[in-house]
């Protein structure tokens, strides 16, 4: 099973940019289909992004098509989310998921996901 820890959190504002790593131990990550989600105050976990490997695909939450984007780097064995234009609304802790197949991370199968413990985003106005 493979282990996560995510890191790169902090307190912006808004407009700003930032970029969340997801460091991976245990399993290699192009085993597995890649993701992030996040969950704000007060508020359920929400699926953010995702992609596979093998084949080569990606999606994305339409609140943060265009302005996020997420990449892997296979031999460091590193997932990464970068945030540009930050909002307020951006504010949550963002986890690292993995699983099987991308069509778990995307219809959010909590059993099947491996989950990291998070890192804190915080958005200024």
């Known amino acids: 099973q493979v282990q996560l820890a995510e890191s790169g959190g902090g307190l912006v504002r808004a407009g700003d940019s930032l970029r969340l790593s997801c460091a991976a131990s245990?399993?290699?990550?192009?085993?597995?289909?890649m993701g992030w989600f996040r969950q704000a105050p007060g508020k359920e976990r929400e699926f953010v992004t995702a992609n596979s490997w093998i084949p080569n695909s990606e999606y994305y939450a339409q609140s943060v098509k265009g302005r996020f984007t997420i990449s892997r780097d296979n031999v460091k064995n590193t997932l990464y989310l970068q945030m540009n234009s930050l909002k307020p609304e951006d504010t949550a802790v963002y986890f690292c998921?993995?699983?099987?197949?991308?069509?778990?991370?995307?219809?959010?199968?909590?059993?099947?996901?491996?989950w990291g413990k998070g890192t804190l985003v915080t958005v200024s106005s």
């Open positions: 245990g399993r290699t990550l192009s085993s597995y289909a």
């Open positions: 998921a993995a699983s099987s197949t991308l069509a778990e991370l995307i219809n959010y199968s909590q059993t099947k996901i491996n």
